[in-house]
């Protein structure tokens, strides 16, 4: 089993949908969690962190429960500019990260 | 915020050529950094984990004759990637550690190698 697993994709919405992406972690240890967005052929960029109590940025929002170990992004009135694949990312206190596959959205007109 | 920058972005060379990559931390000092390599449509696999001073650590599987890493310095951490071949062309990118608790770690902007 994956250390981080995340849905399988692709997820192909139009502009407008809401959509809804889920991970799931194994280490209970785990300390700190982020999405993160990564364009073809461009490294990760951080596009949130995650925190317990859920956490909102305009029309994203992300939640975790620590007792389930999951994670989740919810993207409302998706852009075309929306379109990227999304990483699930857990850290350990050493800082180490552990990545999922990744969850590619495209968005259509 | 803290800037970790990669050089070069993008090498095409022929294969048994012998390729450096350098990870520089620009406003803040790195006793760790991380090199991970991406194969197309797949998630980051942490390859090594440079440590300032001492030996470089290496997660399983990882050839460590292949992919040299050496922290000279607090600010500086180098890949070289020896003798490549065709199926070393992939992305590797490098990162920094959180500052912080909490904090998310700050990548290079990456490096696509290809090899001929």
């Known amino acids: 089993r994956k250390e981080v697993e995340q849905d399988p994709g692709p997820f192909n919405v139009p502009e407008g949908a809401t959509v809804a992406f889920n991970c799931t972690y194994s280490?209970?240890?785990?300390?700190?969690f982020f999405w993160y967005r990564q364009d073809c052929r461009k490294e990760p960029k951080l596009l949130m962190s995650v925190y317990s109590s859920g956490n909102e940025d305009g029309r994203f929002t992300a939640q975790l429960n620590r007792a389930s170990q999951y994670i989740s992004l919810l993207i409302r009135d998706s852009k075309l500019s929306d379109s990227a694949t999304y990483l699930c990312?857990?850290?350990?206190?050493?800082?180490?990260?552990?990545f999922g596959d990744g969850t590619t959205l495209t968005v259509k007109p | 915020g803290a800037v970790v920058s990669q050089h070069p972005s993008r090498v095409i060379c022929k294969s048994g050529t012998s390729v450096k990559i350098e990870c520089r931390s620009l406003?803040?000092?790195?006793?760790?950094m991380f090199w991970y390599r991406q194969f197309p449509k797949k998630s980051l696999m942490l390859m090594a984990t440079s440590n300032e001073g001492s030996k470089a650590t290496y997660e399983q599987g990882v050839e460590k004759d292949k992919f040299l890493i050496n922290h000279a310095s607090l600010t500086l951490s180098t890949l070289t990637v020896t003798s490549a071949h065709p199926e070393d062309s992939s992305f590797y990118i490098c990162?920094?550690?959180?500052?912080?608790?909490?904090?998310?770690?700050?990548f290079g902007d990456g490096t696509r190698l290809s090899i001929l």
């Open positions: 990162s920094a550690p959180p500052l912080g608790g909490g904090q998310p770690q700050h």
């Open positions: 280490n209970s240890a785990s300390q700190s």
């Open positions: 406003d803040f000092q790195a006793t760790t």
């Open positions: 990312v857990v850290n350990t206190n050493a800082g180490k990260s552990t």
